[in-house]
């Protein structure tokens, strides 16, 4: 299959060589190298068609096939001319990830399993909700902070998602959803809520995330595109100098011990420095506020000593709390807080004067629940550790 894919394009480039009198380096490079357009927004295709040779405007139009008329081949783009669509299928691509798998939950959800060259694959989720419907996009394949509550976590982390294999899972459930850009949004927010940590992803979360924003590309504002993060603070300093997009903290206590224990990255970033981070995402030239998650666990953070303690600390910003009850995943030791507890810590929350809302679970019969999306992790790091406890074993 390979070598057939390699005898093409050595056909296409003979024929492209035939018909045109230069080729610069940066196309030898690319018809090697084939450069897979969803990776670019806007401005990266810009500079993309500058370096070909060709007006930065293409950017526009070809932002419009893919992102507006959910056109991946360069042959249907007719406002194109024939000799530069020629050029683009020889030396660019628009090349998506692929659906697995797709599930139905008997509340509407929907879950994808979108799998990627070398055998990874994540999950992504659809909730719709009457007035809403939020997909939840996932930006690494695992993840490597290991928060002690999440099944993500146990899972050991692979890579980080491509910028293309982000919007491509938007892309993805936008056309098997029958979402349409200027009809019926089936997609109404998009919440980087899925697998991974996406602050640590940066790089090809920002261009993902304005294409999600941009009118050329998806379309929705700023406050229907979340990026959550478990409490990167230099991360949140960036997303809050490059993009206009809501944030949420994925807290979970108000005390440092208790929060290092179910997510460890707190031991580098603790709270007092995390709501700092917060407060100036919040006080720059745009409006914003902030989304705080707060998982309940059952003896572990739901005591109404906790709550209190959470007024307090967040009274200094702006923001609204979510409450989200544990979502078991076999192997855990942690367990659901009962109702009466849940709605304790809701009411002693409230009086205090936040906006709190319980977050209804979704989609539980087929695992699209918060912290319950495993995919397909191919894990680097579990097995270098292995490997290195089986060589310690077989040497000591
Ligand atoms: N790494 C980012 C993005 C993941 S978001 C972050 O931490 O924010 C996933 C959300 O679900 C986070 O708020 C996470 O803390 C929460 N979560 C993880 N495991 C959970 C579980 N088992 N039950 C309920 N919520 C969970």
């Known amino acids: 299959m390979a070598q057939m894919d390699r005898i093409l394009q050595e056909q296409r480039l003979r024929t492209f060589l035939a018909t045109e009198s230069t080729i610069s380096p940066v196309e030898v490079n690319a018809i090697e190298n084939r450069i897979n357009l969803l990776d670019l927004d806007e401005a990266g295709l810009r500079d993309f068609f500058e370096s070909i040779g060709e007006k930065p405007f293409r950017a526009q139009q ?72 939020t997909l939840c996009v996932s930006s690494q394949i695992g993840c490597a902070l290991n928060c002690s509550f999440c099944s993500t976590g146990a899972q050991g982390f692979a890579r980080n998602l491509t910028t293309g294999e982000i919007i491509g899972q938007v892309w993805l459930a936008a056309q098997a959803l029958g979402h349409e850009r200027n009809g019926q949004r089936k997609i109404t927010n998009i919440v980087m809520m899925g697998m991974g940590e996406p602050l640590l992803n940066f790089d090809a979360v920002l261009p993902a995330l304005s294409l999600m924003r941009s009118d050329l590309g998806f379309g929705f504002a700023s406050r229907r595109v979340t990026v959550s993060t478990a409490g990167l603070v230099p991360g949140i300093y960036r997303l809050g100098e490059h993009i206009d997009v809501a944030l949420a903290i994925s807290l979970h206590s108000p005390f440092d011990e208790v929060r290092t224990e ?36 059952d003896g572990v953070n739901d005591h109404p000593e906790h709550a209190r303690k959470l007024v307090k600390l967040l009274r200094t910003v702006p923001s609204k709390l979510n409450l989200i009850p544990f979502n078991p995943f076999p192997g855990t030791r942690y367990r659901c807080s009962s109702q009466d507890r849940i709605s304790q810590f809701q009411e002693i929350v409230m009086q205090g004067g936040l906006i709190a809302t319980v977050r209804k679970t979704r989609g539980e019969d087929i695992d699209a629940a918060c912290g319950q999306l495993v995919g397909k992790v191919l894990d680097r790091t579990k097995r270098s550790e292995r490997i290195k406890l089986q060589r310690a074993e077989t040497t000591s």
């Open 62 to 133: 070809i932002l419009k096939w893919v992102y507006h008329h959910a056109e991946t081949d360069f042959q249907a783009m007719t406002d194109l001319g024939i000799a530069l669509r020629q050029k683009l299928s020889l030396i660019a691509e628009i090349k998506l990830p692929e659906i697995l798998q797709e599930q139905h939950s008997i509340d509407g959800t929907v879950k994808w399993l979108i799998g990627f060259n070398g055998g990874n694959a994540v999950e992504t989720v659809y909730i719709p909700e009457p007035k809403r419907g």
């Open 262 to 297: 179910l997510v460890p990255l707190n031991r580098k970033y603790p709270i007092a420095q995390l709501m700092q981070a917060c407060r100036d995402f919040v006080s720059e030239k745009y409006k914003r506020t902030v989304t705080f998650e707060y998982t309940l666990i």
